[in-house]
């Protein structure tokens, strides 16, 4: 945002300066602001590349964790399931966050240990599982 407020200053700065009465005073003034407007601007742009850089960066470093998660969820499944349609299913309809570690867990809570009301967020996600463990057992039974 502070980037447009200082092109738009600048092309106000030289629309005013261009008036022809303008003493070399006035000229040194003039250019002197110039100056300090396109380093503004350039101090602007080099942050906002910086800023679209870092978003780049922490994109990169979401999409690699997601392939890691995916890829020991997988491994795992496999070593205690050895399933590899059960497990490619799971790895496909379970949430990137949830590990097969907290799939298990999910599905082997017992109803019966006291527990915290789950949030909506914790009620979605364990709707999920259960969703994905009838759709992956389909593909077993098949």
Known sequence: MRFYWVVLAC????????NSG?????????DR???????????????????IGNS????????DLQTTISRNRVNTCMAAF????FCGCLNDNLHWVITFE???EIITSSDAQPKPRP?????RAVNTVFRARER???TILK
């Open 136 to 138: 992956c057992i389909g």
């Open 22 to 30: 303008e003493s070399d005073a006035e000229q040194q003034e003039a």
């Open 82 to 85: 050895g399933h590899e349609s």
């Open 33 to 51: 602001r110039m100056e300090a407007l396109q380093k503004s601007l350039e101090e602007s742009e080099e942050m906002f590349e910086e800023l």
């Open 119 to 123: 949030t909506t967020d914790e009620e």
């Open 11 to 18: 092309v106000l700065f030289v629309a005013e300066s261009s």
């Open 56 to 63: 780049l960066n922490e994109a990169q470093g979401w999409a």
């Open 102 to 104: 907290s799939y298990i």
